[in-house]
């Protein structure tokens, strides 16, 4: 089996993680916006309810999607990390496996 890592297809999902994470962070600023809070009356009554059940739901509508912005940002960090960390490593395997070779006297040139 052979595993074989190409650190840019690493890094260009990463990146498109980032532009998902930019996106969710969008949203939670249009739902921050557009979605107010309700004042429940003073005097209770029928509104009540559904306004002590809309701000519950916001409050974990936004639970949700900040929690989804630190996801997407971490793991796009942590791919654009492992990219790098497989550059550096194949870079290594080279240098190492080239060092147990013996060192050959290379041609000059223009000298047959």
């Known amino acids: 089996m052979t595993l074989k890592v190409e650190p840019e297809a690493i890094r260009h999902y990463g990146y498109m993680l980032s532009r998902a994470r930019d996106d969710a962070r969008e949203c939670k600023n249009y739902f921050s916006t557009h979605l107010p809070e309700v004042e429940p009356g003073i005097e209770g009554g029928f509104f009540n309810p559904i306004g002590y059940a809309h701000n519950g739901v916001r409050q974990e509508l936004g639970k949700l999607l900040d929690h989804l912005v630190d996801i997407l940002d971490v793991s796009h960090q942590a791919l654009f990390a492992a990219a790098t960390h497989y550059e550096g490593t194949d870079a290594d395997s080279a240098k190492r496996l080239d060092q ?7 041609p000059i040139a223009g000298v047959s």
Do not use: E, P
């Open 100 to 106: 147990t070779y013996a060192a050959v006297q290379r």
